[in-house]
């Protein structure tokens, strides 16, 4: 059954356990997931990648089939599905499996798709395409936000929010939750402000790729390093994101001596620290002692130098830098 994107919002979910969800604008499925689906299944929320689904099976299989009496009703979202899906997808609706939901999220599926086929002829599912936004859907979604929140915001200033998130409905979200935020304190927003508040869209992997390798997750940072193209003139950019994210945790670390307290520390943190930030922090500040910190600031200023010198294998210096992070031991204390 294909259901369009914008009717979802009234589409009566619980009348369809399978969903398949796929086409380029990932930020409006997390949208809908987010707006539609979670608030309803509050708990039982389990991702998988297919891969990581397909390789293990056998456990995904017992864990579906062999319901607890006191299981609520699990919400499964497969994440980057392809075809090979399709049999596990066939075999569970087949089975009539109870207190069960699952979204499928694709990439770009062609007609011919088999995954895609399916799901547009079966009764039981529901397939919706999300296509690219255009300027006048990111100027609409902006604008509904901002009225809601009942704060006067000029086309000025949303053309800058969509122009510096290059039309990206997730780094959009983003930097209108940065506003919202800093609204809570100055009901009054100004161009000034937005662009002072705002990240330019290039500084988003960076900046991912820094809390990432700070908080030691390895796959992810990885992930980041294969799936973003940045070149040699962003690797100073880098390095001053190691150090800026470093000085703000070392400045933590100090005001944890003084107050205990870290919720009331990262809330009283200037520059401010947006909500969203306020987990990775936490888990950064667990990783590493005050000495690591200082310590790892004396090895990003020093890196930063080799760079500079050493210009024709500058990327191999930093990658090395981030690698060596990922494995070297901390004693946070």
């Known amino acids: 059954m294909i259901i369009k994107s914008y009717e979802l919002e009234t589409f009566k979910i619980q009348n369809i356990d399978y969903f398949l969800f796929y086409g380029p604008n990932t930020g409006l499925i997390e949208e ?22 397909l390789d293990n099976i056998h456990s995904f299989k017992e864990m579906i089939f062999n319901k607890s009496f006191f299981d609520d009703k699990k919400f499964i979202i497969i994440n980057r599905a392809s075809n090979k899906i399709l049999n596990i997808i066939q075999e569970l609706i087949d089975s009539k499996i109870t207190d069960l ?21 079966h009764k039981s599912t529901v397939i919706t395409a999300f296509y690219e936004d255009n300027y006048r859907s990111l100027q609409s979604m902006v604008q ?32 209108i939750q940065k506003i919202l935020s800093y609204t809570k304190s100055n009901n009054k927003i100004n161009l000034e402000d937005v662009l002072k508040l ?35 003139d962003e690797n100073i950019l880098i390095i001053r994101t190691f150090l800026n994210k470093l000085k703000r945790l070392k400045k933590i670390k ?27 922090i936490k888990q950064q500040l667990n990783k590493y002692s005050l000495s690591d910190i200082k310590l790892l600031i004396n090895k990003v200023n020093n890196l930063e130098l080799m760079i500079k010198k050493n210009n024709q294998i500058s990327d191999q210096i930093l990658n090395n830098f981030i690698l060596e992070n990922l494995i070297s031991t901390n004693n946070a204390i």
């Open 32 to 53: 809908i997931i987010n707006k539609v689906f979670k608030p309803i299944f509050t708990k039982n929320i389990i991702n998988y990648d297919e891969g990581e689904l």
């Open 101 to 121: 939901k699952i979204i499928i999220k694709a990439g770009t599926l062609e007609k011919k798709s088999k995954l895609r086929d399916y799901f547009e002829k």
């Open 144 to 175: 509904k936000i901002f009225k809601e929140k009942k704060i006067n915001i000029s086309n000025e200033i949303i053309n800058l929010i969509i122009e510096r998130s290059k039309g990206n409905r997730i780094n959009i979200t983003n930097e």
């Open 198 to 232: 705002t990240n330019l869209v290039e500084n988003y992997s960076i900046s991912e790729l820094v809390d990432q390798n700070l908080v030691k997750n390895k796959k992810r940072t990885i992930n980041i390093l294969n799936e973003n193209n940045l070149n040699s």
């Open 254 to 280: 100090i005001d944890l001596n003084k107050n205990k307290n870290i919720d009331q520390v990262l809330s009283s943190s200037r520059p401010l620290i947006f909500w969203k930030d306020k987990d990775i």
